[in-house]
Nanobody, 127 residues
């Protein structure tokens, strides 16, 4: 059974940086499409970064140039480096993984694409 656990959230001032980590257990996740999502109170989850099995990355315009997704296959860990943080980045952040390795997914930033989710880690950015 795949289990994902996020860490690295916290409070930071605007302009600061945080690095989130997502450790997978129960099954190797290095060749699967994985993503980071965030959720504002009362809103649906939205994708902020994804990386597929070949290492291709995708970002929405809202974080492009500020957030970087990466993975360490040896540690079975996914990362999200967040720089130049803004108060509007304040949210709960989740990592997720797809069901099928190597499959093509048309919308890698949609939460509907993903089957496994972590419990989330809170990021708070103060002005």
């Amino acid at each position: 059974r795949v289990q994902l656990a996020e860490s690295g959230g916290g409070s930071v001032q605007a302009g600061g940086s945080l690095r989130l980590a997502c450790t997978a257990s129960g099954h190797t996740s290095s060749n699967y499409c994985m993503g980071w999502f965030r959720q504002f109170p009362g809103r649906a989850r939205v994708g902020v970064a994804s990386i597929d099995g070949a290492g291709r990355t995708s970002y929405p315009n809202s974080v492009k140039g500020r957030f970087t997704i990466s993975r360490d296959a040896a540690k079975n860990t996914l990362y999200l480096q967040m720089n130049s943080l803004k108060p509007e980045d304040t949210a709960m952040y989740y990592c997720a993984r797809v069901q099928r390795r190597g499959a093509y997914y048309s919308d890698v930033l949609s939460p509907k694409t993903y089957n496994y989710w972590g419990q989330g880690t809170q990021v708070t950015v103060s002005s």
